[in-house]
T-cell receptor, first 113, second 115 residues
């Protein structure tokens, strides 16, 4: 079963605009991660935020985490056509050594040139 | 260094057959996880191996099994294939317990089609 649920399911924006994607989860987490997947290929890690962090930046990416609301958001600024992909949030529950990395169903982002 | 390598990339099998997929993790990584990805169910966790021991198992029938060798390479096996097993199977590796200490590195996947 999915731990994280992304919102919206699909997003279409113009090149240059910002894209905001949200993720909600159910149980306490050790960390939350965002991944990108280009059509039918493997996932690429984008950013990891730990439960004691509130915000992280990496290039054009900004991730926030609100553990009280059990939610996270991923902001991609100044989007490019090459950002077109599926984006997944993944969580690692705070249950010790046997925690597993669990993914949401993903968001399909289309960036129009 | 080399990334995660999955073989084969594409596979077509007939219902009732069995299949073995292979995953070579990044050198030095001890944890390997397998995921099944389908349009309807998304990414479903199959199992995680750490230092040759199965650490976690997802909610899949016993037809799905796996193992990890002493060099951390992993295989997963699906017996008595069903049409619903058609999916992209992804392997991921990490140094420590998957995702706990850092990112997971994914292979390109094996696309399995059952006819």
């Amino acid at each position: 079963s999915q731990q994280g649920e992304e919102d919206p399911q699909a997003l279409s924006i113009q090149e240059g605009e910002n894209a905001t994607m949200n993720c909600s989860y159910k149980t306490s987490i050790n960390n939350l991660q965002w991944y990108r997947q280009n059509s039918g290929r493997g996932l690429v890690h984008l950013i990891l935020i730990r439960s004691n962090e509130r915000e992280k930046h990496s290039g054009r990416l900004r991730v926030t985490l609100d553990t009280s609301k059990k939610s996270s958001s991923l902001l991609i600024t100044a989007s490019r056509a090459a950002d077109t992909a599926s984006y997944f949030c993944a969580t690692v529950p705070d249950t010790g050594a046997n925690s597993k990395l669990t993914f949401g169903k993903g968001i399909t982002l289309s960036v129009r040139p | 260094k080399a990334g995660v390598t999955q073989t084969p990339r594409y596979l077509i099998k007939t219902r009732g057959q069995q299949v073995t997929l292979s995953c070579s993790p990044i050198s030095g990584h001890r944890s390997v996880s397998w995921y099944q990805q389908t349009p309807g169910q998304g990414l479903q966790f199959l199992f995680e191996y750490f230092s040759e021991t199965q650490r976690n198992k997802g909610n899949f029938p016993g037809r799905f099994s796996g193992r990890q060798f002493s060099n951390s390479r992993s295989e997963m096996n699906v017996s008595t294939l069903e049409l619903g097993d058609s999916a992209l199977y992804l392997c991921a590796s990490s140094w420590g317990s998957m995702g706990v200490w850092g990112e997971a590195f994914f292979g390109q996947g094996t696309r399995l089609t059952v006819v």
